[in-house]
């Protein structure tokens, strides 16, 4: 999203479970993505990856000038990329546990067939470890935070000061965890955890994100 904010080109690269992860390693020293690679520049954690593309293309900033609202953006930019990642990966694995579909929907696309569909019967004794795995307090706790953002959306389309900054595209990512966005695809968009995308609180807040879909869209185009 950071690439899209600053008009950048790029080339996106989907990794396979397994020998797309060892690449990963490989290349980063890491598992998990995102992953950047800039020339001979490998970054592997997304604050890094932010910090590399504003310095490296401070127009259009997405940092504010103000020191303090720049210490509020990095406070929403951390906790986006631990605590709300963490809450939303661990929703999205119950989620997927109990919903078959949404399992083979978050597959990769080049995956054989036989194995998509065998991704899809799981035995019901793992369905039930892998739904007490996530605390219910950690549920409420997430929930919670995600009504005040919806909240504070609705007064201003900014989470910080008058434009945007690394603290919407921040919570924008992590919130595809929660509902997947029309960019997802066909088999994604529209999917996510039950319970939270169709939580009547939470519309205004993945209005919000999809919104901020668009107006980064629109920067790219206008960058063709």
């Not at 995102?34 to 990856?49: E, Q």
């Not at 994604?188 to 107006?215: C, M, N, S, T, Y």
């Amino acid at each position: 999203m950071v690439l899209q904010a600053k008009g950048l080109s790029y080339r996106t690269v989907d990794v396979s479970p397994g020998i797309g992860q060892l690449a990963v390693f490989r290349l980063s020293g890491q598992r998990q993505v995102p992953v950047l690679v800039d020339g001979d520049t490998v970054l592997a954690d997304s604050s890094a990856i932010a910090r590399h593309l504003e310095q490296r293309d401070p127009e259009p900033t997405l940092l504010p000038s103000d020191p303090q609202l720049a210490a509020q953006v990095h406070l929403i930019e951390d906790w986006a990329d631990t605590t709300l990642a963490a809450a939303g990966r661990s929703a999205l694995v119950q989620a997927a546990a109990l919903d078959p579909e949404l399992r083979v929907a978050l597959l990769p696309d080049n995956l054989p067939d036989p194995v998509r569909s065998a991704m899809g019967v799981i035995p019901g004794g793992w369905v039930s470890t892998v739904s007490e795995l996530v605390n219910q307090g950690d549920r409420a706790d997430l929930l919670s935070s995600l009504e005040q953002l919806s909240a504070a959306v609705q007064h201003s389309p900014w989470l910080v000061g008058t434009s945007m900054t690394l603290a919407d595209l921040s919570v924008a990512a992590q919130l595809s965890l929660l509902c997947f966005p029309p960019s997802s695809g066909s088999q994604l968009a529209g999917k996510g955890v039950a319970g939270l995308l169709d939580h009547p609180k939470l519309q205004p807040l993945f209005h919000w994100r999809d919104q901020l879909e668009l107006k980064l869209m629109e920067r790219t185009l206008e960058e063709v």
